[in-house]
């Protein structure tokens, strides 16, 4: 006879194998991001509660990307007793953002905030050149 848990998707035997330590567990969702543009500049805002600066990596490529990565670890060892269950915590996100074209990488800036890592992306300028050649006359 197989017991099914309370959900009734899961058999029960499947609980020792999903609830062990050696088996870390993931979530399939990753923190939210907002990307807005202004006249000047993009801003790039990403959702990290409880997350410090030191946790991210954030770098551009060769070909331009913007590669956001964020490794948290938890340690198995606690203040105040023991976790019985777990489960309120990124523990590795990794998101490439393909950059415009008229974003000045030299001058990425990025900062975090009341639980909100915010990346610059400053626009280049526009400065209007004047061409000088010469036309001919057909």
């Known amino acids: 006879m197989i017991m099914y848990t309370r959900n ?8 020792s194998f999903f609830d062990t330590n050696s088996m870390n567990r993931s979530s399939s969702t990753s923190p939210a991001i ?70 000045d990488c030299e001058k990425i800036a990025a900062c975090m905030s009341d639980g909100v890592l915010t990346i610059e992306l400053p626009k280049l300028s526009k400065e209007e050149k004047k061409v000088m050649r010469a036309i001919e006359v057909k």
């Open 34 to 103: 907002n990307v807005r543009e202004n006249d000047d500049k993009y801003i790039v805002e990403l959702a990290a509660p409880g997350l410090k600066k030191e946790d991210f990596d954030i770098n551009v490529d060769a070909e331009g990307d913007l590669t956001i990565k964020m490794e948290k670890q938890n340690s198995d060892k606690e203040e105040n007793g023991r976790y019985l269950r777990r489960e309120f915590s990124y523990a590795k996100f990794e998101q490439t953002l393909i950059l415009p074209d008229d974003v």
């Open 8 to 15: 009734g998707w899961l058999p029960e035997v499947f609980n």
